[in-house]
């Protein structure tokens, strides 16, 4: 499978789970999703076209969690 393809829909299940009081089981990982390989990955297209979403997708939940 395309991993710029999975780790899209990873991220949206993830935007669907910090509508609900779950986002606080990502309280113990936000250090390591704040780094872009974690976060995006290392492919060019992963990164070219996951970098928007993955960091709103971050934003929000730091927005939540603060």
């Known amino acids: 499978p395309n991993a710029a393809a999975v780790r899209k829909e990873l991220?949206?299940?993830t935007r669907h789970i910090l509508a609900l009081e779950l986002r606080q089981g990502f309280l113990p990982y936000i250090e390591e999703l704040m780094k872009e390989r974690t976060l995006v990955g290392e492919g060019?297209?992963?990164?070219?076209?996951?970098?928007p979403l993955?960091?709103?997708?971050?934003?929000?939940?730091?927005h939540h969690v603060r």
């Open 11 to 13: 991220l949206m299940a």
């Open 44 to 51: 060019w297209t992963a990164r070219d076209v996951l970098r």
């Open 54 to 62: 993955a960091y709103s997708t971050l934003a929000d939940l730091l």
